[in-house]
């Protein structure tokens, strides 16, 4: 064989390998492709295998068909009530018409600059006319609903399907806390010093009432004292008359041995006349006379 013959045959088997792996190319199943010649779209692939190109003058991108996600940096968001909050939103989705969102963004890094735009201003359209309360209890599914649906308007733009949208986190600023913290804390002493107030109140009129009770339960009781020591001394009175009417002279001895009792105490001095009719039954005891 000349060298001719062998210089060609080497030339081809340089060029044919070249050819091929130029012209062949793999579209995995968890990718879409598109064919681009020149910079051109001119065919989408959503079939996985093996396919042909146009060596040279045509190339290949991929797009992933699996959901993806989407998380912009944190941004602080004005509240309705002008309270400022940092939220930090991300978004699932799909590329379901890879040529639409080539046309659009051409490449994820693109997507997720302009998107994350979007995204971050539905977030801050729907905070806007929302309380902080509202993140917190059941209206936040409403919130959510509100940025979801605002998001989903523009996904048909870029060629994506929105699978899910989420506030992940969301803080107060350094300031706006230590605000927030402020008013709180002015809110709950002003609260402590209301029930501080009405508990004294309540504490007055019980004592009040305690009070009129009681002086109402003296004064019965003295009421009741009166009339049961009046009653018992009228009826003394009734038994000594009686005792009186059956024998006068005990009855007098009687009322003079209880006048010695309340008289004649321990260390009590006297000056009477020895025939004083205080002591007329001094003179009539036994052994007297003596």
């Known amino acids: 064989m000349s060298s001719g013959k062998l210089l060609a045959l080497g030339v081809i088997f340089l060029v044919v390998p070249f050819t091929l792996t130029g012209t062949l190319f793999t579209v995995h199943q968890t990718q879409n492709a598109i064919v681009l010649q020149l910079g051109e779209p001119k065919r989408v692939i959503e079939d996985p295998g093996l396919h042909l190109k146009l060596p040279f003058i045509q190339n290949v991108v991929f797009y992933d ?43 994820e890094i693109g997507f997720r600059d302009r998107f994350g735009t979007i995204l971050n201003g539905s977030v801050r359209d729907a905070l806007g006319q929302a309380q902080l309360a509202d993140l917190l209890t059941v209206k936040r599914v409403e919130v959510m609903q509100q940025i979801s649906t605002g998001v989903s308007l523009r996904a048909p733009d870029f060629g994506i399907d929105i699978i899910d949208v989420r506030i992940g986190r969301t803080d107060l600023p ?26 004294q109140e309540a504490k007055s009129r019980i004592e009040a009432e305690a009070d009129r009770e009681r002086t109402i339960i003296i004064a019965e009781a003295e009421r009741q004292a009166q009339i049961s020591l009046g009653q018992g001394e009228a009826e003394s009175r009734t038994i000594l008359n009686a005792a009186h009417g059956q024998d006068a002279e005990f009855y007098g001895f009687l009322r003079s041995m209880e006048a010695y009792r309340a008289s004649l105490g321990e260390g009590t001095t006297m000056v009477l006349s020895p025939d004083s009719e205080f002591f007329r039954f001094f003179g009539d005891l036994p052994g007297s006379r003596q």
């Not at 309705?80 to 051409?106: G, H, S, W």
């Not at 913290?181 to 402590?192: D, G, I, K, T, V």
């Open 65 to 107: 068909n699996r959901v993806l996600d989407i998380d912009p940096p944190a941004q602080e968001m004005p509240l309705v009530n002008q309270l400022r909050i940092i939220v930090d939103a991300f978004a699932r989705y799909r590329i379901v018409d890879p040529l639409k969102f080539y046309q659009t963004v051409r490449t």
């Open 174 to 199: 350094e300031q706006t806390s230590q605000s927030v913290y402020n008013r709180m804390r002015s809110e709950r002493l002003a609260q402590a010093a209301l029930l501080r107030a009405q508990g």
